[in-house]
Structures are given as structure tokens and as C-alpha cells.
Nanobody, 122 residues
Framework: QVQLVESGGCLVQPGGSLRLSCLAS????????MAWYRQAPGKQREWVAV???????DHADSVKGRFTISRDNAKNTVYLQMNNLKPEDTAVYYC????????????????WGQGTQVTVSS
């Protein structure tokens, strides 16, 4: 059974930094793509970043240069380092994985974590 557990969300001031973690169980991180999404109040969930099974990363334009996705295979954990946070980054951040991912397309079974709240405010 695949489980994803996010942590690290909290209240942070604009310009601050935060690192989110997603601990995965039931899967082998090095064999699966992992992604971060976020959902702000009243908005649709949007993609933030992805790391493929080969380690290739990609980030949404809105966070490029500020956020970095990475993973630690030994800890079966994916991270999202967020720097220079802005109020518009306020959202619930979700971790996602699936049985098949290629070039931005997920197919087969997908799994989501429960989310972690990030609030950027002074």
C-alpha cells in the first residue's frame, strides 16, 4: 500500500525559506517519478515541480529559480526547498506519485499525500 506523508509546512514571512518533505512508503523512490502540487484557497490544484525516476527535474515557471525539488533515495523522501517565498505561494502543498509518468503525463495509478499548509504572510 502506497502512502505519502508531507511535512514541513508552517507560517513564514515573505522572503523567507522553507523545506517541505514527503516520506514515501510502499514504493521505491528511485523507480518512480515524484511531484509537488499546490492548491490555494478558491483555486485549482496546480503543478509545482517534478523529479523523474532518472533524477531529471522540472519546475513551474512561477517557482523557477526559487524552488528546488530533490530526493534522498536512502530515506525514501522527496523534498521541496522553497526560497524567497511570496504571499502568492500560500497554499496547501501536496506530494504525488504514480505507476507511470512520462514527459508531464501521469497514467495508471496515482497517489496523493494529505497535504501540508504553507502560509506566507507578515
Amino acid at each position: 500500500q502506497v502512502q505519502l506523508v508531507e511535512s514541513g509546512g508552517c507560517l513564514v514571512q515573505p522572503g523567507g525559506s522553507l523545506r517541505l518533505s514527503c516520506l514515501a512508503s510502499g514504493i521505491t523512490l528511485s523507480l518512480n517519478a515524484m511531484a509537488w502540487y499546490r492548491q490555494a484557497p478558491g483555486k485549482q490544484r496546480e503543478w509545482v515541480a517534478v523529479i523523474s525516476s532518472s533524477g531529471r527535474t522540472d519546475h513551474a515557471d512561477s517557482v523557477k529559480g526559487r524552488f528546488t525539488i530533490s530526493r534522498d533515495n536512502a530515506k525514501n523522501t522527496v523534498y521541496l526547498q522553497m526560497n524567497n517565498l511570496k504571499p502568492e505561494d500560500t497554499a496547501v502543498y501536496y506530494c504525488k506519485t504514480g505507476t507511470s509518468y512520462y514527459s508531464g503525463v501521469w497514467s495508471g495509478l496515482v497517489y496523493w499525500g494529505q497535504g501540508t499548509q504553507v502560509t506566507v504572510s507578515s
